[in-house]
């Protein structure tokens, strides 16, 4: 794999060399069973070379080209069309699917400078009509399914470098002032052959999943990836996930799939969607590689999977939580394979100290999950506030440095200096160390050589000098009510003359009848008796209220966000004075033009 010097040589060595065989089979979304999409690697080659014969007759190398196109085969077309003609794909999410806006999309459009957009005919008018409206009328918009654009034999090789760019990866969540981050082909390189490693693909690898495409983990883990190995992928939309989860397990058993996941979440919903009729129908025993990432593995989570699905084969030693995030391109560490996932329960005392340590009879205890070992990275835990390294077993940010961690953020020189360039403080006072290591962002703790992931740093509760992490709050109020199991809940602080804790959580369908203020007195009881802090502000609201991002992550901040707005319509809410005045008064500032406007609809995707 080392001798290729662009992702772009890999791929064209792949589909010579696997040429008839199937690179993509997409599975489109009819409940009827509509007939599986081939696409085979030769096919995929000819395609490119056609879209990027027209992308290389407009100038579009070495610059920027949006791609919006539904999840399927076009898109993956119209990306490899990027990389054949040495373009800088930059995906993202389509604005007519549902929950999706022009607006979101507009801010990526602007910030990425991009040249061109692709589409599909089917959506092409509407983008089309997008771009004249918002004034980019040198900006053309292509169906890459026309072909009658662009010719295959008059493409040519593009000129790259290792260190060109191959694509701008736009962070999670992105809204009106989106970071793309700038994926190089070295980047890219360097992660598929640490993704290979920890993994242990290879040649006989069978990959599936139905990650958005214009997510790292769907874009890197499950498209990219099978190219770089030349074997076989297995795709849906998300969509079709969402409504009928139980056709992702199916997919595992029909096409003998050994590699594929999604975020904790997606394993959750399995475990309450897939009924008892339909496990009978399922097998799988080719699951090898089942894995766990993209937001906070849950040690209940694996075990109810486990449990559940133990009768179609699935093995215990198959799951894989790992961890990663678009600024390192992708994957960061994960289990030694079937090893099988590592919890490690402790003290909650302590950890929200800061500090690992055993739990004690009659104390309150929580479990984390090991995201395994870092061996392609240099890794460090470090204080966020004197940037000195922390010792193992005590909690701090994880920083990062190595091959597939990118350059940065595209055109953000002062957050890239701080960010990608930060520099580790000794201990001794006798200054930094050279710097150049990436701030993740995250909180974790280094214990006998695993990683384990505490948190976000910028969503830590502090409550009276202490350290909550809110996912463990909100795993305590999901635990309160059978009516609870199914919704999402966001926990956060706010400020008036002390911290609040604020908690939201939704309310399961048909379960709108239970005594709502029964509930939220439950919660409170719970929390103040398992937490030992007050909890004074609880919003018991309608399914769909509490926002994520497209892997599943709870967005905190936004939820914080629009709470303060008055944005969160609650079936039952229960709040202190001082917060309902402060909502209250962001309420009038609003009405007045005193307080900044109201979110855009992108923040609320």
Known sequence: ?????????????????????????????????????????????????????????????????????????????????????????????????????????????????????????????????????????????????????GAADAWHAPALTPDSRAFLQYTSGSTSDPKGVVVSHRNLLANEAAIQRSIGTSAQTVCGGWLPFYHDMGLIGHILHPLYLGIPAVLMAPFTFLKRPVRWLKMVGDYGVTTGGGPNFAYDLCVRRVTDAQLETLDLSTWTTACNGAEPVRAETVRAFTERFAPAGFRPEAFFPCYGMAETTLLVSGIPRTAGPRVLDVDAAALERGELADPRADRPTRSLVSSGIVRDFEVRVVDPETRTERPAGHVGEIWLKGDSVASGYWKRPQTNKEIFDAAIRDAAGAGDDDGGWLRTGDMGVLQDGQLYVTGRLKELVILAGRNLYPQDVERAVQSVDPAFGSGAGAVFAVETDREHLVAIQEVRPGSVATDLRTLASGVQSFISKEFSIPAGNILLVRPGTVRRTTSGKIQRTLMRKLFLAGGITALHEVLEPAVRELVASADAGAATGDQPAALSPESVV
Request: hydrophobic share 45%; net charge negative; glycine share 6%.
């Open 1 to 149: 794999m080392t001798n290729f010097r662009t992702f772009t040589e890999l791929v064209l060595e792949r589909t010579e060399a696997r040429s008839a065989a199937d690179a993509f089979i997409f599975l489109p979304d009819d409940a009827r069973g509509s007939v599986p999409q081939h696409l085979t690697f030769a096919g995929l080659d000819q395609e490119a070379r056609r879209i990027a014969s027209w992308l290389q007759a407009r100038g579009a190398a070495n610059r920027q080209v949006l791609l919006l196109h539904p999840a399927g085969l076009d898109f993956i077309k119209a990306f490899t069309a990027c990389l054949y003609a040495g373009a800088v794909a930059v995906p993202g999410p389509l604005p007519t699917e549902q929950g999706q806006h022009f607006s979101r999309v507009s801010g990526i459009l602007r910030d990425a400078e991009a040249c061109a957009v692709l589409t599909d005919s089917a959506h092409a008018p509407e983008i089309s009509a997008w771009l004249a409206a918002e004034g980019f009328t040198d900006v053309p918009c292509l169906a890459t399914d026309d072909p009658a654009q």
